[in-house]
């Protein structure tokens, strides 16, 4: 999701709550009518068991459309649509998402922006006042199973290897801004929320303003982008309270939080786990950390990006990731071995890919790159939502599928997706 940047903050305006309109209508000796639960779930009969065609399904969120689009990978088509949001009046910003499909759910959390929005996908992203809400919805039907309360602007989410834990970063800038004399008070909060009950069961301070997050192999790390730190936040979840240790990419704290040099934003988990990959929004640079080691890897620091980098995609074999880039739309496959060579690139035009922001290793065997379009006050100078497949072995398009309004992320299920 994504820009970095925060504007200048402005107090949300509350809608009128639903009892003091209803009692409104009472006093008018209008008849009283009481509404079910909004749960915002798609039209249509509820049934027990999604249908998953053989070449797999993509599940991609459109962050200023409120809905989920179901891609039907192999035969290039959406198949539908789905409402997810559970503020009917208000933007809903459903971001990156998550799957279980043993269970057969999906989650997300909901961002909801300030009240002013300028221009761009992302672009009131951290300026918020307002909770955000973590969801969960049946891949089924759509319909809402439940939600738990967060804080303000949620970015990423990452599930525990179990699927029993859900972990939830916030991009909060405006808690950075509005405490810039009380370091503690400017961090953001990790949240941990039980899936099955959809409860909070801890809030953990980490660090600045924190954004993508992965889960270790064996469930007992949190690593997140610490992107006002300049720095890598790792959080143990062994003992009896969790631990929190950051790791600064250039080795100390940075002058300011609220300008930082480098700005990490996005993070990956390498295939074998033994990798998490940082992706810098400022500075335009990628570098590994050696879970191992528990340290940076600089001979795997790349030189500068054409644009910010944002969320990779791996080879089956860890070998080479596909990273997509905004400021100059691209996709570049660079090598993981140390040096970082890149190996192939792409550069597209705003008719193939605006703002490319995920990249993510299909089912079928190919990439999918999620691009976040154009969304402009004249309908002239708008460019839909894409997902793009492309070829693993020279990334040209296969298939290119039309979305919702800034799309954030595609998960898969299906075709062997795990």
Known sequence: MNRPDAPPMKSPVAPLPLALALAALAGCGEERVVYDRLD??????????????????????????NSVSVLDL??????????????????????????DLARGVFYSPLSFPAAAIPAGPHAEHGSSATPGVFIKRSLCDFRLLGQADLDP????????????????????????QNNRDDPERQRSNLIVIDTATMTRTATIPVCVAAHGMVVSRDGRTVFMACYGDDALGVVSLDG??????????????????TNPAYGPYSLALSPDGASV??????ANVLVAYDVAAGALDLTRLSRRLPG??????????????VVPTQGRDSVARVSTAPGLALLDQRYFTPEECTLPHQVSYGPDGLYYLVCEGRHATDPARSLPGTVLALHPDDLRTVRSFTVGVFPDAI?????GAR
């Open 411 to 415: 998960a898969f299920a299906g075709g």
């Open 277 to 282: 990959w940082v992706g810098c929004a400022v």
């Open 74 to 99: 192999a035969a290039g088509a959406v198949r539908g649509t789905h409402p997810v949001g559970v503020g009917p009046l208000a933007e809903n910003g459903p971001h990156h998402l998550a799957l």
């Open 153 to 176: 602007n949620p970015g990423d989410l990452a599930l525990s290897p179990d699927r029993r834990t859900a972990y939830v970063s916030h991009f909060d800038l405006l808690r950075a």
């Open 240 to 257: 009896p309270r969790p631990t929190v240790r950051l790791v600064y990419i250039n080795g100390t704290p940075p002058a300011n939080v």
């Open 40 to 65: 915002a779930g798609a039209w249509g009969p509820r049934c027990a068991d999604p249908s998953v065609p053989d070449g797999g399904v993509g599940y991609v969120t459109n962050s200023l459309m």
């Open 308 to 321: 910010k980098a944002w969320f990779p995609g791996f080879s089956p074999d860890g070998s080479t990731m």
